[in-house]
């Protein structure tokens, strides 16, 4: 359908922002609005998988909302725990394998262990991977990467690139191609940060739990029409440079 194996959509993340502020928008409590975007991640997440992205990356919980209020991270995990309770067999029925990225030591035992049992239900599905950042940082991830590579090869004189990548959370993934934040703020907000080095950057002032297929696809169609370089240059560009200056 595309042209282009630099330009294929493999890996693309989004950063589900605005669930509180579409709860204000319609009179509703600061957990309606998370459990709509609960809601709507599973249909943007089969949307992705039928238009043939491998990898779909979601930040769900940040090392940074530990600062709201103890009753809305009460919530939160009450959702983590319904989705992994009620949704997995949908997820194995879609052929959608489960990862879960983060520092999972923070949660009480019962949730680290229904992580876990969620992943292993999904680890056969091919279709596509759906990683959710739960207690995830990117800057603490890259940081636990170095430490793991100090570690690990210390005898060495030079590190590879793949040696630390092997550190981070997200080792078993491709770079992420597309970045998508709705909300309308317009900032990674410690998402991932290693992995879209060159990723390409969709920003819409949809709240989330508004955020539909249709969406989806503009932001698709609008990602094919970049011009991914990669640091390099543009072969058009260059011939019309040459022409001018030998003119």
């Known amino acids: 359908m595309y042209e282009g194996e630099s330009m294929a959509l493999r890996h693309l ?17 600061i957990l309606a609005g998370h459990y709509h975007g609960a809601q709507n991640l599973k249909t943007i997440a089969r949307s992705v998988a039928k238009h043939g992205i491998q990898h779909l990356t979601v930040f769900a919980f ?43 030591t923070a949660f009480d035992q019962d949730l680290q262990e229904a992580f876990t049992h969620a992943e292993q239900q999904t680890e056969k599905c091919t279709r596509m991977t759906l990683t959710v950042g739960i207690n995830y940082g ?57 992995e879209i080095s060159y990723a390409e950057l969709h920003f819409t002032d949809v709240l989330w739990p508004d955020f539909t297929i249709q969406d989806l696809s503009i932001a698709i169609k609008d990602y094919y029409g970049r011009n991914r370089r990669f640091g390099g240059d543009n072969v058009g560009e260059i011939d019309s440079a040459e022409t001018i200056i030998s003119g």
């Open 13 to 29: 993340a989004i950063i589900m922002d605005g669930n509180r502020r579409w709860a204000r928008q319609n009179a509703l409590k």
């Open 62 to 104: 940040s090392c940074e909302n530990w600062k709201r209020s103890q009753a809305e991270i009460s919530s939160l995990l009450g959702l983590m725990r319904k989705f992994l309770k009620n949704d997995i067999q949908q997820l194995v029925d879609d052929d959608i394998r489960l990862l879960i990225i983060g520092d999972r």
């Open 138 to 194: 990117g800057r603490q991830d890259i940081l636990k990467a170095a430490q793991t590579a100090i570690q690990k090869f210390s005898q060495k004189n030079q590190l590879q690139q793949h040696e630390f990548e092997m550190g981070l959370d997200t080792s078993l993934l491709p770079d992420v191609d597309l970045l998508i934040r709705t909300g309308g703020e317009k900032r990674l907000s410690n998402f991932v940060l290693w």
